[in-house]
């Protein structure tokens, strides 16, 4: 258990339509990480947040937005969902080992966009 | 545009060889470089790191080996165990203070029993 929840696991739903992403991050950490990994791709960066302000953002479309509350967790939005959004999001907290940012992943939650 | 790249998407070896996997990336700038392993269902976990300024280290049956010149970096497994199977992520952070994590494709190591 790496100590950092996603919710759901898995989620389908149907083209325009809405969906959110839950994310809490280990216990202590204030980083909160989001990547997107798309079918036989690696995982794309999509946005920072470092207690409660975004910090970084990398490829994060228009349609889909993020924020992190008081309690650190995080939740991802998608909206005006496209077939090409069907993908594994990742979130992630970090830590410090020997000078490497360190990312601690969930499980991930799998959306299906039919 | 790929920063980090994997160019082989799969890999066999026998149980108690040797696994290489290799990596490849194009910015000058990366301070850090990191493997993950990956299993079904499950997210990244994170193997091993190295710094820039190194060439080398080793964990256990793990080492990493950092070319600068040739921007490659290589994973060495050995000896390679059934346990092993999964999807190796090679990854690199930026001297910035984003801190985040730049992927390649990933490698699916298979080691047969």
């Known amino acids: 258990d790496s100590g950092v929840t996603q919710t759901p696991k898995h989620l389908i739903t149907a083209t325009g339509q809405r969906v959110t992403l839950r994310c809490s991050p280990r216990s202590g950490d204030l980083s909160v990480y989001w990547y997107q990994q798309s079918l036989d791709q690696g995982l794309q960066f999509l946005i920072q947040?470092?207690?409660?302000?975004?910090?970084a953002k990398g490829n994060i479309l228009e349609r889909f937005s993020a924020q992190q509350f008081p309690d650190l967790h995080s939740e991802l939005n998608l909206s005006s969902l496209e077939l090409g959004d069907s993908a594994l999001y990742f979130c992630a907290s970090s830590v410090r080992l020997s000078g490497a940012n360190v990312l601690t992943f969930g499980a991930g939650s799998r959306l299906t966009v039919l | 545009d790929q920063q980090v790249k994997q160019n082989s998407p799969s890999l066999s070896v026998q149980e108690g060889r040797i696994s290489i996997l290799n990596c490849d990336y194009t910015?000058?700038?990366?301070?850090?470089f990191l493997w993950y392993k990956k299993y079904p269902a499950e997210g990244p976990t994170f193997l091993i790191s190295i710094s820039s300024i190194k060439d080398k280290n080793e964990d256990g049956r793990f080492t990493v080996f950092l070319n600068k010149s040739a921007k490659h970096l290589s994973l060495h497994i050995v000896p390679s165990q059934p346990g092993d199977s999964a999807v190796y992520f090679c990854a690199a952070s930026e001297q910035t203070g984003a801190n985040n994590l730049f992927f390649g494709t990933g490698t699916r190591l298979t080691v047969i029993p």
């Open positions: 910015n000058s700038m990366f301070d850090y």
């Open positions: 947040y470092y207690n409660g302000e975004e910090r």
